[in-house]
């Protein structure tokens, strides 16, 4: 849906929560078949890979090891990737090469260090940026560091939503609505565009007023934010975002708690 007009909307207390309305919103992973690469890097694994390796070998195929867990930006920055158990990135850091030649000190062939190796190669792509894009506009040599939704990954990695729950935090919203069916469709027509338009922005915040305890937290927190944004993605602040807002960077869910304090 498009941007809705606004309506006024309230919050009232929801229906108690039954016991079991945790193990709704944390459904269990199925396992997942061992991949050849860990979640993150280790010089540890890196050796015993190139173990395994002929020694005519050992300089190529310990480069090519690295390209999956590196990336080389203009010759000078080496970005560093984590995956999920699926074999998808899900965070970064940024290196210089000189930090990137460290981590890989202990893994030298003879007096090669693998990580100069590889950057200097041309056998591997060298990008021209990193941008955090999620529309994913951005060009074929340019690194995107949006990875997606956390409900994308949960989904990736086979976990099933239950159902029952999904349906349970839906009457819970409509309850913070105060029952108005109007309300609760506008609502959802706020919270569903961003996730539906990613890199589109929606021009309307919504307030929303409740005694404490009626489960504000619980819905927008817990299940909107960390189910379906994750936590790299939302961050909450108490009682403003005030002059510096570096730490909302590349936030695309925000919460303000106790804003009138």
Partial sequence: PGTPEPVEATAVAPPSPEPETAAFMTPSPKPVAATTFGPSFKSEDLTTFLKKCADEDKVKKGCDYLNHYFKVVNGSQVVQFTYDDKGMP??????????????????????????HEFVCSSDYMQYNGTVFDPANSQPKNVINTFYGFNAEHLIQSDVEPNKQGLEFMLQHLKALCGDIEE???????????????????????LVVKGAQGCGKTTF????????IYGKPLSKEVHGGVGKFQAKLAQKLFIIIDEMHK
Avoid at 90 to 115: C, P, Q, S, Y
Wanted: charged share 30%; net charge positive.
């Fill in 90 to 115: 899900v965070g970064h850091k940024i290196l210089t090469v000189e930090d990137a030649k460290k981590l890989v000190n202990k893994n030298r062939v003879g007096k090669v260090n693998l990580m």
């Fill in 183 to 205: 309300h609760f469709q506008y609502v959802l027509d706020v919270l569903s565009y961003p996730i539906q338009n990613p890199g589109k922005k929606s021009d309307i915040a």
């Fill in 220 to 227: 927008f927190k817990r299940f909107i934010a960390d189910k």
